[in-house]
Each structure stands twice: as structure tokens, then as C-alpha cells.
């Protein structure tokens, strides 16, 4: 098991993150292990989907990103990588 953190919606201008504990798998074919996909996030994201298609609602309602950031108290930059990576 490893423990993961992502960032959630805000709750009353309060920041909101999720802990918990993702398990791992073995790869028969290599021996490897791999992290289990969890359906809330994307893979090394730290930020839900949820709180992800808030900010680009936000962002595609003509809301400057530096307007966004200080709304989610998030980078500019992280929203910058969030809106291309969708496209």
C-alpha cells in the first residue's frame, strides 16, 4: 500500500485534500509493481477530477487563469498544464 493525497473542491474557502492508502499490484509478466488507477484522479495528478473540471469550467467561462488561481488557490502554472492537457 502507498499513501496518496489529492487536492478537493474547496468547502467554505477551506483547502479539502483526500488521504488515503492505494494499493499496489504485482505485474506476472515482470515482477514489477504497479499502483492500482484509482477512478477519482488522473495518474500522478494530486488534484481530483472533480476539482480538475471545476477549475476548467472556470477557465472556459473567459475567467483570466490568474483570476482561477486565486479563486482555487492554485498555481497558474498547474492550471495552465491541467488546460492542455484535456485539449
Known sequence: MEDKTWRLLNFFHHECYLHCRVPRIIIMSNGK???VEVPRARPKSGLTLLFEAYMMMLVESEHARGMVSKTVKETALSI???HFQLL
Open 33 to 35: 509493481y504497479k499502483m
Open 80 to 82: 495552465w498544464c491541467i
